[in-house]
């Protein structure tokens, strides 16, 4: 009985070795011949031995690394079938560590892929293809741990079904999408770029991060409908401030708020504006109108200027000058209509006045409607001993030898360039804030030029006070435009 049993193993050992020997001899001696690439070379994309006819048909040792991806740092072991990469393909580095494998069929990639780290032996990728392109489950591992860091689902070369990836020890989950031909669901915080997505759209809220030293901060918080821009959309700065917060339905802008900071994070200007029509263009400021209160603050903080709009229409503008922390003059700001329609210009009106860093008072100007009357400009000092109290008077085209670089615009201050080389027509009083200038009766030989100014001037800025006094008197809160100054001049010739 033994021996009936001994029997019928032998044979089925031998036909099982038979059966070995068959497909051995089928797959051309099971690639029994072994060479180094270097014995080989490459003709219109077949691999063949150095002086074959036909293509290279087993083992090639030493072939480059770079095939599964790799960096050259070392090489690998491949079966070829009629010059092309056909079984298996060993990788290893110079040291001999395995680092990757995979399979292939008529040189495609074509099976189970994987890659290992040279130093802890863990693997970092598994892959699987088919006929050249990824079908199934692709992974990645921390090398350190082991532990999956990111896990795709492809078919026939594109994402189908679950994408998930992990942080790098493989902890928090910092995606999840769903694919379905070729459109994602579900949410990727992958690098700086924080999305939400519906069908392949950014739907929902979304978040962009950017960096300050070796911090990263949110420098954006978006929203949106279906793919397009719905709701409240921010840009924030490093400090944690909101500099711009804008309002979109369903990507057409509506209003947005802006506010500006200096280097040391003070506030410097806020401003909000409305879209007086269906289509703005959300890059261009202007394309907006200001609506609601304006306001902008010098570097100690201290509020310099007011505005107060409407639909782009100015209501009211006051601009405040301070002098060491306190309050020390104010004029007012006239609205002028542009070539832009949806947005006035603001041009100065009445005493300007300008002040150096220790708090003197360096000049005046006197503005009409964004136009300049008259310029006083502080005497050089041995004058100003001479004459206390007094200024030096430009006026007409003499404005052009004058230190002071006046700016019609509402919202920029006008400067004072110290050592300017002056002339003045004649010396005055120093008006006090909001008071018209006085001459002075000071000798001719005290002059700078020769012409005093006329009185008829003063008379005339005079009279045209009175009638804006007198505008304000029945309403506080009234807007004088430039044409009633205008007219306000001609009634006082």
């Known amino acids: 009985m033994n021996k009936e049993i001994l029997v019928s ?6 036909l099982a070795l038979s059966a070995i020997t068959l497909a051995c ?19 219109q994309g077949l691999l063949y031995k150095i002086h074959a006819e036909d293509p290279f048909t087993g083992r090639v040792l030493n072939y480059p690394i770079s095939v599964l991806g790799l960096f050259n740092v070392g090489t690998c072991a491949a079966d070829f079938k009629k010059g092309l990469p056909d079984g298996e393909m060993r990788c290893s580095d110079n040291a001999g560590t395995l680092i990757a494998s995979g399979e292939f069929k008529a040189g495609k990639r074509d099976g189970k892929e994987e890659k290992f780290d040279a130093k802890t032996g863990k693997k970092t990728a598994v892959g699987h293809w088919k006929n050249g392109l990824q079908d199934g489950v692709q992974e990645q591992f921390n090398p350190q741990n082991g532990e999956r860091v990111l896990e795709v689902h492809y078919s026939a070369g594109k994402k189908q079904g679950r994408e998930r990836a992990w942080d790098n020890q493989g902890d928090q989950l910092i995606a999840e999408l769903e694919w379905d031909n070729g459109l994602q669901s579900g949410f990727d915080n992958r690098g700086t770029q924080h999305r939400t997505y519906l069908d ?24 949106y409908d279906n793919g397009v821009m719905h709701g409240v959309q921010k840009r924030i700065d490093a400090r ?17 708020t802006v506010d500006e900071y200096n280097y040391s994070g003070q506030h410097v200007h806020h401003v909000s504006r409305v ?3 269906e289509d703005v263009n959300r890059f261009i400021a202007r394309d907006l109108s200001n609506d609601g209160e304006e306001q902008y603050w010098d570097d100690q903080g201290n509020l310099i200027r007011q505005l107060q709009w ?39 009106h009445g005493q300007e006045r300008l002040f150096s860093d220790n708090g003197e008072l360096q000049a ?40 002071v670089q006046a700016d019609p615009d509402f919202s920029k201050p006008s400067r004072y360039n110290a050592g300017f080389a002056t002339r003045y027509e004649q010396l005055v009083d120093i008006p006090a804030p909001g008071q018209p200038m006085q001459a002075s009766n000071v000798p001719a030989s005290a002059q700078a030029a020769a012409a005093p100014v006329a009185a008829a001037g003063n008379d005339q800025d005079s009279c045209v006070q009175r009638k804006v006094d007198a505008v304000h008197a029945e309403d506080p809160d009234a807007l004088i435009r430039a044409d009633m100054l205008e007219e306000f001049e001609q009634d006082c010739l």
């Open 9 to 14: 193993s032998n044979a089925r050992r031998c």
């Open 25 to 43: 001899l089928n797959l051309a001696g099971c690639f029994s011949e072994e060479i180094d690439a270097r014995q080989t070379h490459e003709i």
């Open 200 to 223: 392949g759209k950014q739907h929902g809220p979304q978040k962009e991060y950017s960096i300050d030293g070796s911090r990263f901060y949110v420098a954006r918080e978006e929203n």
């Open 240 to 256: 944690g401030n909101v500099t711009e917060l804008s309002v979109f339905e369903h990507d057409k802008l509506r209003t947005r």
């Open 275 to 277: 879209a007086l029509k």
């Open 310 to 348: 409407r639909n782009g229409q100015l209501l009211s503008a006051t601009a405040t000058v301070w002098v060491g922390g306190r309050q020390e003059s104010q004029f007012q700001g006239i609205g002028r209509d542009s070539y832009e329609p949806t947005q006035q210009d603001v041009l100065k």
């Open 364 to 403: 005046v100007i006197f503005w009409n409607a964004g136009s300049v009357n008259q310029i006083l400009v502080s005497l050089p000092p041995d004058q100003r001993n001479q004459y206390p109290g007094k200024m030096g008077l430009f006026d007409g085209n003499e404005f052009w030898g004058s230190p």
